[in-house]
């Protein structure tokens, strides 16, 4: 079993910075890539950022130059430092990891946390 659980949303002004953070735990043998990804109301849930375990990233046109995504393979943590943020940012997040256990490999999701980005 595996969960990943993230923290650090919340309500900012725009311009205004957040430092969303996402741990994995479980019976974790390694994780691939990990990303988070946001969904906003009424629009399908679209790919933010995502980072290997190599250390290589990928971003959305929308948020480069603003966020920084960053992983901690030894802790099975990520990170997404978000700055400048626009209201167009309001959103849920999720992390997302591609993980092996002993038995299996899949993708895994977390619950989500709102960030929302007052104009």
């Known amino acids: 079993q595996v969960q990943l659980v993230e923290s650090g949303g919340g309500l900012v002004q725009a311009g205004g910075s957040l430092r969303l953070s996402c741990a994995a735990s479980g019976s974790i043998v390694s994780i691939n890539a990990m990303g988070w990804y946001r969904q906003a109301p009424g629009k399908q849930r679209e790919l933010v950022a995502a980072i290997v375990s190599g250390g290589s990233t990928n971003y959305a046109d929308s948020v480069k130059g603003r966020f920084t995504i960053s992983r901690d393979n030894a802790k099975n943590a990520m990170s997404l430092q978000m700055n400048s943020l626009k209201p167009e940012d309001t959103a849920v997040y999720y992390c997302?990891?591609?993980?092996?256990?002993?038995?299996?490999?899949?993708?895994?999701w977390g619950q989500g946390t709102q960030v929302t980005v007052s104009s």
């Open positions: 997302n990891a591609d993980v092996r256990t002993r038995g299996s490999s899949g993708k895994y």
